[in-house]
């Protein structure tokens, strides 16, 4: 399965990097000229970064691109918090709508996924423009496919990769030592232990994250989950609604309430309410004990089969007034120096999108001096990232969850 899926992928991201036009070659300069002008117009713009505040850890990391990008551009780089992406997408729609082409009050937005599928099918996004990014010829697209497909959608240029996350799970190690490592185990130690497992409500992403788990390993044919839901969605998750009504009655609270988000269980398996938070931070449970909202022992874990991972994006709107700067930010945050501290647990702790092969020996040891705290699993424990299904399934699981279970 696991090669037929990789074929799958190769298919799929064949037109990919070809479809994408060198805007030097367009104009006729070198790529070196043409990117010397843009940073020069970037310097002295301003560039308002829609993404998520939920976290304080990634508002750290991202405080302190505002403060490389102003040191060695000159860009003023306003981080705009917010708790949904789709906030971000409904308004540039909205501009869009107004017949506001031109100096739109979005320049960039983290991004991946439904929300990125929506701006492309809406016309929304600047581009292509990731292969006049100096950086881009770093990025491993032959290892890490989701670099170049997002959420199984071609992203034939239009967003820049900054980062990979993979659902981990979290628990403490003294009090359970050996977690359930797959989804039936899960039900069988939440059979055995009533009120101890939860999950959170949709439309939180980690919940939904778990849902599409779930899916993963219940389904009888998992890489129909690689192409669009259609019509076949009722019958290829009736397994999954029918763990999910098994299982509720042994929740956290008999189900009958869940946590708003990852956050929340972290912090119920802190106060002892729980036994296991899930995560798309490889890095979460040590930075949670640094921050003094897990205790020492705890630890990370995956399902044995593999667990969900995919790459998220920065993407330009197609009306953005500083697009010039908005390409040097997400080109900074393709660099070795932002992805080498991003993979650092101090400070975020996620997945970098680079091939170690392309960078220079100066840029390799940034990535072999990284300490790993013994919460957060190497890449050999991470084992199989399964790779996420097409957006379609997302947005049609969380409408079906909370028309059952959201009253």
């Given amino acids: 399965m696991r090669q037929n899926m990789r074929n799958f992928f190769q298919k799929l991201a064949a037109p990919v990097v070809a479809g994408v036009i060198s805007l030097a070659a367009l104009t006729g300069t070198t790529f070196a000229e043409q990117w010397e002008k843009t940073v020069v117009l970037a310097n002295g713009q301003k560039v308002y970064w829609n993404a998520w505040g939920g976290s304080e850890t990634y508002n750290n990391y991202i405080s302190w691109v505002v403060d490389r990008v102003e040191e060695d551009y000159g860009i003023e780089l306003i981080h705009v918090k ?64 989701s670099t170049i497909l997002d959420f199984t959608l071609p992203t034939d240029g239009y967003e820049s990769p900054w980062g990979m996350a993979q659902l981990i799970f979290i628990h403490d190690h003294a009090r359970v030592p050996n977690p359930p490592k797959s989804i039936s185990a899960f039900m069988e130690y939440a059979k055995a232990n009533p009120g101890r497992v939860t999950y959170p409500a949709l439309p939180d992403f980690t919940g939904t994250t778990f849902m599409k788990q779930v899916l993963y390993e219940v389904s009888d044919n998992p890489s129909r989950l690689l192409v669009d839901a259609g019509d076949e969605f009722d019958q290829e998750t009736e397994k999954l609604w029918a763990w999910l009504d098994e299982i509720r009655p042994y929740l956290w609270r008999e189900g009958k309430q869940f946590p708003k988000n990852g956050d929340e269980m972290i912090q119920l398996l802190d106060d002892g309410e729980i036994d296991f938070a899930y995560s798309f931070n490889v890095g979460s449970a040590s930075n949670a004990i640094q921050e003094g909202k897990l205790p020492e022992t705890a630890r990370s874990f995956v399902m044995e089969n593999g667990t969900i991972g995919n790459t998220h994006f920065v993407a330009i709107p197609y009306n953005s007034a500083h697009k010039q700067a908005a390409q040097v930010v997400a080109n900074f945050l393709m660099s070795p120096e932002a992805q080498a501290r991003k993979q650092d647990p101090e400070y975020w702790g996620e997945i ?39 957006s379609s399934w997302m947005t049609m699981i969380e409408a079906k969850w909370l028309s059952k279970f959201g009253s």
Avoid: C, Y
């Avoid at 040891?365 to 996420?388: C, M, Q, V, W, Y």
């Fill in 352 to 390: 970098t999108v680079l091939s170690m092969s392309q960078l220079k020996d100066e840029d390799k040891a940034r990535f072999n001096t990284i300490p790993r705290h013994e919460a957060t699993l190497s890449n050999d424990e991470l084992g199989k990232s399964l790779s996420e299904p097409h």
């Fill in 82 to 145: 917010l708790t949904d992406t789709a906030d971000a997408v409904r308004r540039v729609l909205a501009e869009k709508s107004a017949g506001r082409d031109e100096n739109g009050s979005i320049d960039l937005i983290w991004i991946n996924g439904e929300n990125f599928r929506q701006m492309k099918e809406n016309g929304l996004l600047f581009g292509p423009f990731v292969e006049n990014l100096p950086n881009f010829k770093l990025i491993d697209t032959d290892e890490k496919p």
